[in-house]
Structures are given as C-alpha cells and as structure tokens.
Nanobody
Framework: QVQLVESGGGLVQAGGSLRLSCAAS????????MGWFRQPPGKERDFVAA???????YYADSVKGRFTISRDNAKKTVFLQMNSLKPEDTAVYYC?????????????????WGQGTQVTVSS
C-alpha cells in the first residue's frame, strides 16, 4: 500500500514563498500521477497541480505562473513550489497519487492521499 507524507507547510506573509514536499513509499513511484489539492476552511477540496508519469504538468488557473510542481523519482518525492502567495491560498494542502493517466484534476480519480499540511498566508 502506497503511503504519502507531506511536509513544508507553515505561516507566511503575502508575497512570500513556501515549498511543500510529499514523500511516497511506492515501489514504482515513477509510474504514478501525483497531484496536489487544497481545502480552504469551510470549502471543498480543489485541484492545484499535477505531474503525470509521462512528464505532463497541469495547474489550476488560480495558481498558474505562481506555483510549480516537480518530482524527483529517485527520491520518490513530489514538490510544490509556491511563490507570490496570497491570503486566498490559505488551506490544508494534500498530496495524492494514482497509478493512471487522465482526469488528473478530478480528486475522485486519486486513490491514495496524504494527511495534509496547513498553509496559512497572512495579509
């Protein structure tokens, strides 16, 4: 069973940066599509970014140009570099994995989730 552990969340001022990491225990990590989702207080979980096993990257419109997803298959880790953070980026950020390609923005397609890490952006 794949397990995911996120880290790197915290409190940052608007305009600042954070880098989230998600370490996976998957034996064949490189085969997984890895996604980042976030859930603001009192709201639903939304897609943020995804990295597919064939090298594709996808972003929500709200984070394009500010966030970058990357992965290190040798270290079985996916990263989310978040720059120019805004108060509306405040949320619990979740890492997710699925062994397939397609529908990467749909949270229901992912079958493994991390515990989440809190990101708070102050104004």
């Amino acid at each position: 069973q794949v397990q995911l552990v996120e880290s790197g969340g915290g409190l940052v001022q608007a305009g600042g940066s954070l880098r989230l990491s998600c370490a996976a225990s998957a034996r064949s990590f490189s085969w997984y599509t890895m996604g980042w989702f976030r859930q603001p207080p009192g709201k639903e979980r939304d897609f943020v970014a995804a990295s597919t096993r064939i090298g594709g990257t996808y972003y929500a419109d709200s984070v394009k140009g500010r966030f970058t997803i990357s992965r290190d298959n040798a270290k079985k880790t996916v990263f989310l570099q978040m720059n120019s953070l805004k108060p509306e980026d405040t949320a619990v950020y979740y890492c997710a994995a699925v062994n397939m390609i397609g529908g990467v923005t749909d949270s229901s397609r992912y079958d493994v989730w991390g515990q989440g890490t809190q990101v708070t952006v102050s104004s």
